[in-house]
């Protein structure tokens, strides 16, 4: 029995399909197709220095005469649809009309011959701006006397609510409501509480965002590194530019450098369409490394108050936060606090729970998911919470999560049951690896050593449809056609796997096609892990589409039932017989042109199995019945994580070093352990450097570190040693998930931050509140400490 | 960033020549690791650019009877890999290697760090509290200055219109020296110094500090030393009382402001933690 | 001898093992040229100051951010660049590396990665991991978290000293 027969590709870490073109610079990245273009016009933007102003004039007239400028763009010009993108929602890479409402935002575009042109050009522009009260602190936006972020005279700001009566800035609010809380906090033993907020972070990947459009004339081609080619780019081109039909919109995405959500909107997609129409060239638009700061997307930082009520041995009865997600100046879109407060509802079970969420803007640059979707933000509320309830009770920090973890089968606060989890072997699996209860090693000087241990879960939102071609080759051979968007997690590889263990062929008679809309079905986007699940999924279901046809025609030709067939190895084994076989190869007949016609398999026309695949959709929390915004299925599956760590800190300096990492993640069952690996381990980074170190700076309401030199993201130096950095695959199946796959890759960056922090705790005995803890904050918590002890 | 003119000068001659032409609209490409960084994001624009990379003269380092001499064009990562730098002179070739990365080091020069004149450049404290000088030279001949008073606020210098650096001197300072240098920052060398902190003492036989320079970088309009910690250590044993008092010293004396990477107060701060422990180290190198 | 130049500049240099002799505009870097004129795409522009590493190449054996040095700071030197390691007899070990120990995600730092690594090992074929991690903290990756990039030079390394 050959090693595919035995298990498939289920399990093993199978080579990547792109790893030689990327070790060998093969492999194109959006920038790299620019020398296929002719005439190439490059775009550059003029950004509002301020983070609120009115646009009283712009006078580009000396830049349109500069030799080599094709184009300038204005928000006020006639072909910016603005009638089908609600101004100043997630399509904020135009430029403004009326008035900026972060400093970032593009106010006039130039498209030259040449980037210098373009940026001659800009230098060459004037624009007259009235500043504008600002609000960039966003407890300071909520409420009905909060300075407008825009002006509520232009009456564009809404949420999907509609304007809302708690304030001008207030989008939208979500009220969860489980049991009698009142009743609870009053038999509680234990009550504790407080407040918790985060830093605006990005992503930082080290692509930039960037676009190419090839004009013809019968279509324009969009080659971009935005995610989500159907789903998102098509899709929103399509409608936002009425002139522009489906059959004229073609979408291909290069391999992504990263997006770790910060590309899940077309940010400069619709303004490059607009130049290509209006000059009928060909234009690239590629963002600076600067503009990925204050003009791509960041997180939406939150402000949680958490209270917590347990009897003394260790459960939680009661629960209560009021979360309020920042937005940005993303004014019109979804969010109403429902995202990250999932993070406060998915881990424990609670009886009673009253969850008050809110989603506000700032004049800050608009937000979008930033891996984790909101649940680093507010679970850094709940996993520090928990540290100081087990102090006060007496117990363990594991003891009292494994109290209180929502079992498998079991409801969470929104009355949907927990389908997967494996969160309880996490932590111990974690807890042993650091071996948390043994004391650290102290050794003399400022540095001082602790452990600390946190869990997190999230959500997978159920975001929707996947679609997958399979396509088998007259040779035997099979093509994957997926859209799926590969920004580096793997997925073209995983999904390969599941394509060669469907069909028991060895992987290398498995290719994948991506990313073409003109080629590929549809997929919705890479987003809340959620390709793993729907797109393998809907790979399985075309790969048994394909499967059943070649059945019934190996059913024809050997004259028996299709159901009677198996088909494996590349051929047609009749079921119960190994005895008559035919090699799928042989299933297509050979034709000529003058003789041989027919309507069956022909050598040639490749076999196409089509899969579709639709999570069920979420049942409405709201309206009637639904007044304590409770459904039993609000998102779709979860993942879980467990973080252990061993640190020091500097009380003199205050900075913390990661001295020892446990990740374990809660997977489902893992395709591919290797890039699960993969995942762990650059998630755990990627938290360590928004729990520690990189977040924005702010000075008079605009970003003061949009670079990488004072946005400090981890280096190699920042990471603990080979042998202290320990990723654990947990796998508890998934019943819906594909082989019970499930996708972990946003849950191992939750528990980081927290369990840094209670390790903080243990070395230093502060308790820090704000993430990202830097080292003026540890120290001035250190500074108060002492000054309250002496 | 277009510029007009680019020139390869293969003498010194010629460069103040060149530089005499066009004054302030020229400037002088070393390693280039700051320059054209901020010739690309347009932050600087520059008529004549001229390049000093047609000029080996200018990257040799010489002992002779009065000290160790280093060319301008030097570059950081040989300076790190020099047997040369001896005795408190280890102060320069151990700061060189705070500078950035690897492939920064391998091309940015000791006269690109020290004339691109930030405040934050890890290469001056140290060369300052080895009394360096620097070697001038211009149309009108050569002149030397002590790099102290190289500086004249945040990327200015004393050099005039058509004058360039060609070298600087690291004097012999006799026996009984030792230097220190500490860049702190977050993120170590990735970043740029949060506060940087030198310090040499000369100590005699019997430990007594004959001689101290205490020099701070990133905590003023250009890096400085601090006359009054200075004082308060000649004459006196080291002992962990009178550092954290130097430091303190140190401390107050500083202007420094709030920016991206920190506070002022935390700079103040950092300041008194890190000068003890420079004095420290200067104090142990010197035995 | 002054060479003053508007324009454009004569370089003769050499990439790859190729001479070449060109006329570019001085105030190109050297990232600029490898990419553009000369189609070598493999060195990215991940920030364009100096940061973030994904422009290194091999500059007459050293490593150097490419974004940050002008085309004339080329003349007369011999430049690697990704597209130089596979030859006739393969795959270079850190390429090797790199694939079999999963150390490529995304992909878009990794030449910057494997140059700087060829770059330590070649000035240093017993880099400890200690000297691997203070030679590579100019090459910024989001996607890995540096464990597997690490790994893999060390396997290159072994590799390479057998």
Request: aromatic fraction near 6%.
């Amino acid at each position: 029995m050959t090693d595919v027969q035995e298990n498939g590709y289920i399990g093993k870490s199978v080579q990547r399909v792109d790893a030689y073109d990327k070790a060998t610079g093969k492999a194109r990245f959006i920038e790299d197709y620019q020398s296929q273009f002719k005439d190439l016009l490059h775009v550059k933007i003029l950004r509002s220095p301020h983070p609120h102003a009115k646009i009283v004039n712009i006078d580009s007239s000396i830049a349109e005469k500069l030799p080599g400028v094709a184009t300038v763009v204005k928000g006020t010009d006639p072909d910016l649809p603005w009638e089908y993108i609600p101004y100043a929602n997630n399509y904020y890479g135009n430029p403004a009309k009326d008035e900026v409402i972060w400093a970032g935002q593009a106010v006039v575009a130039v498209a030259a011959s040449s980037i210098e042109i373009a940026e001659q050009a800009l230098e060459l522009i004037k624009v007259e701006y009235e500043v504008l009260p600002y609000v960039i602190d966003q407890e300071a936006a909520v409420g009905p006397d909060a300075i407008p972020v825009v002006d509520p005279k232009l009456g564009l700001s809404a949420g999907y609510q509609g304007p809302h009566p708690d304030g001008p800035n207030v989008l939208g609010s979500y009220k969860l409501k489980k049991g009698d809380l009142d009743a609870a906090f009053a038999e509680a033993d234990v009550i504790v509480e407080q407040k918790y907020s985060n830093d605006k972070k990005s992503t930082a990947a080290v692509e930039c965002n960037g676009v190419i459009v090839e004009y013809k004339s019968d279509g324009i081609t969009v080659y971009t590194n935005c995610c989500g080619i159907h789903g998102v780019v098509k899709e929103k081109l399509v409608n936002m530019f009425p002139n522009l039909s489906g059959s004229q919109l073609r979408v291909v995405q290069p391999f992504q450098g990263g997006s770790f959500g910060n590309r899940l909107f077309p940010l400069i997609e619709p303004l490059a369409v607009v130049i290509a129409l209006r000059t009928k060239r060909n234009v690239s638009h590629i963002l600076t490394r600067k503009e990925m700061f204050t003009s791509s997307p960041s997180n939406w930082p939150c402000v949680t108050t958490l209270k917590l009520g347990a009897k003394k041995d260790g459960t939680i009865i009661a629960e209560e936060f009021k979360i309020t997600e920042n937005t940005g100046a993303s004014i019109n879109n979804y969010y109403d606090g429902r995202l990250s407060g999932s993070g406060l509802v998915c881990v424990y079970d609670v009886p009673n729970v009253f969850g008050d969420g809110y989603a506000v803007s700032t004049n800050t640059v608009p937000c979008a998911p930033y891996r984790g979707l909101g649940c680093p933000e507010s679970e850094w509320a709940m996993e520090n919470l928990l540290d100081v309830l087990a102090e006060k009770l007496g117990m363990s920090p594991v003891e009292l999560r494994l109290k209180n973890f929502i079992k498998r089968g079991h409801e969470n606060a929104y009355g949907e049951k927990l389908t997967s989890t494996s969160v309880a072997a996490c932590l111990t699996a974690v807890a042993d690896a650091i071996k948390l209860d043994e004391p650290c090693e102290q050794e003399p000087g400022p540095w001082r050593k602790g452990k600390g241990i946190a869990v997190g879960g999230k959500q997978n939102t159920p975001l929707g449809r996947a679609e997958a071609d399979v396509l088998v080759h007259s040779d035997g051979s099979i093509e994957l056609l997926v859209s799926v968007d590969e920004q580096g997690m793997g997925a073209q590889t995983t999904l390969m796997q599941m394509v060669a263990t469907e069909f028991e062929i060895p992987y290398e008679s498995v290719k994948v096609t991506r990313a073409d809309t003109a080629v590929t079905p549809f997929d919705n986007f890479a987003a809340s892990s959620r390709t793993t699940y729907t797109t393998g999924n809907a790979v399985r279901i075309a790969c048994q589409d394909a499967i059943r046809q070649l059945k019934e025609a190996a059913g024809r030709k050997l004259g028996v039932a299709a159901m009677q067939v198996t088909i494996k190895q590349g051929k047609a084994f009749i079921l119960g017989s190994n005895v008559e076989e035919i090699a799928v190869a042989d299933l297509f007949e050979p034709f000529s042109f003058f003789t041989d016609q027919n309507w069956g398999l022909q050598k040639g026309t490749p076999v196409r199995g089509r899969g579709v695949f639709c999570p069920a959709p979420a049942v409405p929390w709201f309206g009637p019945g639904h007044e304590d915004g409770r459904t039993p299925r609000m998102w779709n599956w979860y993942q879980f994580s467990a973080c252990a760590v061993e640190i020091a800190v500097n009380v003199e300096t205050g900075q913390i070093k990661l001295l020892k990492i446990a990740s374990a993640a809660d997977t489902g069952n893992p395709i591919n352990p290797k890039l699960v690996e993969g995942q762990i381990e650059g998630g755990v980074i990627m938290a360590l450097g928004f729990s520690v170190m990189d977040g924005h700076v702010y000075q008079d309401g605009v970003m003061a570190n949009p670079g990488y030199n004072d946005y400090r993201v981890p280096t190699v130096l920042e990471t603990p040693l080979q042998s202290n950095i320990i990723p654990i695959i947990s796998p508890d199946a998934l019943p819906d998930g594909p082989y019970g796959a499930k996708g972990m890759a946003e849950s191992i960056t939750i528990p980081v931050g927290p369990a840094i922090a209670s390790a903080v705790y243990q070395a230093a005995g502060v308790r820090p509140t704000v993430m990202p803890m830097t080292a003026e904050r540890i120290l001035e918590l250190i500074n108060a400490k002492e000054a309250k002890n002496d | 960033m277009k510029f007009d003119w680019y020139y390869e000068p293969t003498s010194v001659n010629e460069c103040v020549e060149i530089l005499k032409e066009y004054g302030s609209e020229a400037k002088l490409l070393a390693g280039g690791t700051d320059l054209v960084v901020r010739l690309r994001s347009r932050a600087q624009k520059v008529k004549a650019l001229v390049s000093l990379n047609a000029m080996p003269e200018l990257s040799r380092i010489q002992k002779t009877e009065d000290g160790l001499h280093i060319g301008a064009m030097t570059k950081l990562m040989d300076i790190t890999k020099s047997e040369m730098f001896t005795g408190s002179w280890m102060v320069v070739k151990k700061s060189a290697g705070n500078v950035s990365s690897m492939q920064v080091r391998n091309v940015a020069t000791i006269g690109g760090n020290t004339c691109n004149a930030s405040p934050s450049a890890d290469t001056v404290p140290g060369m300052i509290a080895s009394d360096a000088i620097v070697r001038i030279a211009g149309t009108e001949g050569e002149r030397a200055l002590p790099l102290e008073q190289f500086f004249t606020g945040p990327g200015k210098t004393a050099l005039k219109k058509d004058e360039m650096v060609v070298g600087f001197k690291l004097p012999d300072l006799g026996p009984g020296n030792g230097a220190a240098y500490k860049k702190y920052a977050i993120r170590g060398d990735s970043d740029i110094a949060i506060v940087g902190v030198a310090a040499r003492l000369k100590l005699s036989q019997d430990g007594i500090i004959e001689d101290a320079r205490v020099v701070l970088g990133a905590v003023a309009p250009t890096p400085i030393r601090v006359p009054s910690a200075e004082q308060m250590l000649i004459g006196q044993v080291l002992t962990d009382e009178l550092a954290a008092k130097a430091a303190q010293a140190a401390s107050d004396f500083c202007t420094p402001i709030t920016d991206a990477r920190a506070t002022k107060e935390y700079r103040k701060e950092m300041v008194r933690v890190w000068t003890q422990y420079v004095l420290k180290e200067a104090h142990s190198n010197a035995q | 001898m002054i060479n003053p130049s508007a324009g454009a500049i004569n370089i003769d240099f050499h990439v790859n093992g190729k001479s070449y002799s060109m006329q570019v505009e001085p105030f190109k870097t050297i990232l600029e040229v490898l990419r553009d004129d000369l189609g070598l795409t493999g060195a990215k522009k991940g920030c364009d100051d100096g940061n973030c590493g994904a422009c290194t190449v091999i500059m007459d054996g050293k490593a150097v951010k490419a974004c940050s040095l002008l085309i004339g700071q080329a003349r007369g030197k011999k430049i690697t660049t990704i597209e130089g390691l596979e030859d006739e007899n393969g795959l270079h070990p850190l390429q090797k590396a790199f694939i079999d120990r999963f150390a490529i995600q995304c992909g878009f730092c990794t030449p910057g990665m494997i140059m700087t690594a060829k770059a330590i090992l070649d000035a240093n074929p017993n880099a400890t991991e200690e000297d691997i991690r203070e030679g590579m903290h100019g090459n910024i990756c989001r996607c890995t978290g540096y464990v597997k990039i690490v790994e893999a030079v060390e396997a290159a390394r072994d590799q390479m000293n057998r």
